[in-house]
């Protein structure tokens, strides 16, 4: 396990190299942690004005998914870390990496491998694991779906088993007579679907675990650390509102804990993972996980001593961790309400004139009508003044064209 003595001069021969696959505000925001440590960042992205693309010190553009790119890239940088910001990468290149000992994929090549495939990640949970989930069917075929939509009933959940970028939404399914739109939904355009139909359960609320893996500085052996669960809303589009701490029983909490640590110890490496769970009373359910800090995350920046992104850095170098909470604390996305390729930014004083509250523009282009374009932070004697406070701190920002439309969106990446 790699872990650098010592942390070298960004841009001079004995720099400590890393080397981000996307370039989205997540990968942004570990840049800047890195950047406080000393560390050279590399972002890699086919958009040349992605956020991250904006403060890494070296930016390079090209496809993440392109085995062959990735490969000569990875030869004339020689990064020592590798870390992926989404899942559609090209995982081969990032396993022979792995078993070349060439440099150290954040938090494996493994947990990547898995992650962009909910049918792995599911079996993996249910199966090997042995952890509690929803009841789920795999289907391709339409007579598949539908037999397997009898089997688990109304109402019912299905979306696409690729989890990467570009992929579609999940569909609500609450009688028979919406099973053929769900399945036109799901399957236009798309030469080999591949579908997950899940029960719905009856739970509580949804929290997201994030489960820390990094070396323990007194036994210099991997362990684990919990921050407070985050707790979160998804409306429509891209709009999130999340908070942390999210209240859960003592005894959730202990089962939240447990399936989270198993997830990330069977994933590998070490890191910030986010493990998504159902929680009906005592009870918890796996949904999903992110080899990585997660949107739901982005709370953290405000509520802990140290962010996920702080956390992840951390962890990467093999550096002490702290997750401690300072305060109650709530993030609030900002989404686009117009389609183009620049837009103006308006009320930002009448925002930041919410007490406690505060703002990030991500510097997005272009412009698409629910597309985040930045968030809001706030902090407060509990979460519900918390959240409000995001809330209103979000509704005052006016985003406004400043341009065209924007030309049709280029097709995402394909499920390898």
Known sequence: ????????????????????????????????????????????????????????????VLDVNNPERINGLI????????????????????????????????????????????????????????LPTTAYNFVSEREEFDAAIEEIGFPCIAKPTYAGPGARGHVVISSQ??????????????????????????FDYEVTM??????????????????????????????????QPMAMSERALENAHSVAARVA???????VLSVRLFVSGDDVYFSEVYPRPHDTGLVTLCSQRFSQFDLHARAILGLPIDTTLVSPGAASMVTS??????????????????????????GKSPARVGRRMGMTLATAEDCDEALDRAQRCAERIVIEADGPAPAPAEPEPAAE
């Open 337 to 362: 309400p117009v389609d183009a390729e620049s837009v103006t930014f308006d009320g930002l004083a009448e925002a930041l004139a919410v007490p406690e509250s505060t703002l990030e523009l991500f």
């Open 265 to 271: 110890t069977e994933l590998g490496g070490r890191g």
């Open 1 to 60: 396990m790699f872990i650098p003595e010592t942390i070298g001069t960004p841009l001079s021969p004995g720099a400590t190299r890393v080397m981000l696959l996307g370039a989205g505000e997540l990968s942004k925001e570990l840049a800047i942690s890195l950047h406080r440590l000393g560390v050279e960042v590399h972002s890699v992205d086919r958009d040349e004005t992605a956020p991250a693309q904006q403060v890494a010190q070296v930016a390079h």
């Open 75 to 130: 030869a004339a940088v020689r990064p020592d870390f590798i870390v992926p910001e989404i899942e559609s990468v090209a995982t081969d290149v990032l396993e022979a990496v792995e078993a070349e000992d060439v440099a150290v994929v954040v938090p494996s090549a493994k947990a990547t491998k898995l992650c962009v495939n909910r049918e792995t990640i599911r079996r993996l949970a249910d199966e090997r694991l042995g």
């Open 177 to 202: 007579d919406e099973a053929d739109g769900a399945w036109r939904s799901l399957t236009a355009g798309v030469a080999a679907p591949r579908i997950v139909v899940e029960r719905i359960v009856d």
């Open 210 to 243: 994030l489960v820390v893996r990094s070396l323990d500085p007194a036994t210099r052996q991997l362990a684990t650390w919990f921050c407070e669960p985050v707790g979160h809303h998804y409306y429509s589009g891209e709009r999130i509102d999340c908070w």
